[in-house]
């Protein structure tokens, strides 16, 4: 079967991964792999389910897809986290879908299209296994390590273990062989839905003994940490960050909230005053460091008095980096079942206070860089500005802002030392002199 394949891939970079695996598998087979819809035979469609609006997404995605049956497109591979979840409702509804695969099903993609091409629907979740190989799908200075799936948090909002189960950590020497083939790579991106608790579905938290492990080898330069639960950042790691000049100087910590009687109902284990107290050691024991963060609007019973405190918090905190979000209420969910739901209005406008909160907060922040020299790492050209474009060690990927610079000449993946002339409340401006390059 030597067919061209498209991929629209949906959600976070641990779902990237995936997507880069079943890529890998289509390589594998030598087909052929474009990024225009219109030249694919077959279009895979990696699903993310985490949200109402995510499946919504998803499913306008493969209807949007099918409408190109008129020219080439042959088949739909529909896969990932929402036929993972929802493949008994999913199956007999989206017509438009040839064959459903789950997200660790990559070796059935083959066996399945000779069944779809044979004149089956096919229903394969829950029947592979995952892939080894990956096309990258990022920048080639730029590559995301996904460490461990799954997550036994059990949060009260989120669906990620219903979805993807409970917390597997993947071998730590498989981890390495896997880094160690990625090539040279400036930046080395670890992702789960907890990296902190590495290791521990084994009996022992095995987390800073992999930074070790992955930091020796030579084709890795910068190592950038996601997705660090609060209650895991210990003092071991605090250390292995500060000490490690592989690891950058940037934790995203996913707080959630900061008040103690939401972070309850959440199913959260931290309180306001250990957040606090965690941020001042992290400051205290690595000077300079960037904490990026994450905070959900409008959580069933929320008031407003909590909103103004998270408000506060915010202002007490000061945060580099904060995403918001408006409670997403998820059927399976614990906390689907609440009293007290907040209004969408109400948590919509919660959103925009705090988002206009944290804007100040960043841009009082990124003005301290005006006049100053940083080492930025160039990601390549940003046609529309006519300038370079890249990110400090205090920005992470297509998360947080970025960097936009003018140079007698640049390359992607190198890092260049910018004069830093103003700034925004998310980006940076600056130009890199003939004699810094």
Known sequence: MKKTFGMISLGCDKNRVDGERILGEIRRHGCEITDDIEKAQVLVVNTCAFLNASRKEAIDAVIEGNAH????????????????????????ALTEGDVFLGVSDCSELFPALERAYAGERVNAVHTGREGSDRVITTPPHLKYLKIADGCFNHCTYCLIPRIRGKYRSYPMEELVAEAKSLGETQELVLVAQDTTRYGEDTGENKFVELLKKISELDNICHIRLLYCYPEVVTDALIAEVRDNPKILKYLDIPLQHSEDRILKLMGRRGSRAEYLALLQKLRKEIPGIAVRTTFIAGFPTETEEEHEALKAFLEEAKFENCGFFAYSREPDTPAYRLKGQVPARVKERRVRALYRMQQAISAARLREYAGKRIRVLCDGIDYERSCFVGRAPFQAYEIDGCVYFTAPRAETGKVYEVDIERADAYDLYGTVKENTL
């Open 69 to 92: 049956r008129g020219g080439v497109l042959e088949k739909i591979v529909v896969t990932g986290c929402l036929p993972e979840k929802y493949i008994a409702e999913l199956f007999p």
